[in-house]
């Protein structure tokens, strides 16, 4: 199963592989631990998306970003 996520300010993509995350950033690709969970639903371009955010003790550090998955 692979799920893609992309930040809401567009600037970080990444890709879930089963139990890895992959994360590209201004070129550069790289493993990360990142563990998303959905916070909310919201209205997107008439249809509804999930809005999904870091879990653990990486959602406390400084640029924590909101993840939208790409269906």
Do not use: H, W
């Not at 209205?43 to 970003?65: I, Q, S």
């Amino acid at each position: 199963m692979v799920n893609a996520y992309v930040a809401k300010d567009g600037f970080e993509v990444c890709l879930q592989l089963v139990s890895r995350m992959f994360c590209a950033r201004g070129g550069e690709v790289r493993e990360v631990k990142l563990e998303l969970e959905r916070t909310r639903i919201e209205p997107y371009k008439g249809k509804l998306r999930e809005v999904y955010r870091p879990k653990g003790l990486f959602a406390f550090t400084a640029n924590t970003r909101e993840y939208v998955e790409i269906l």
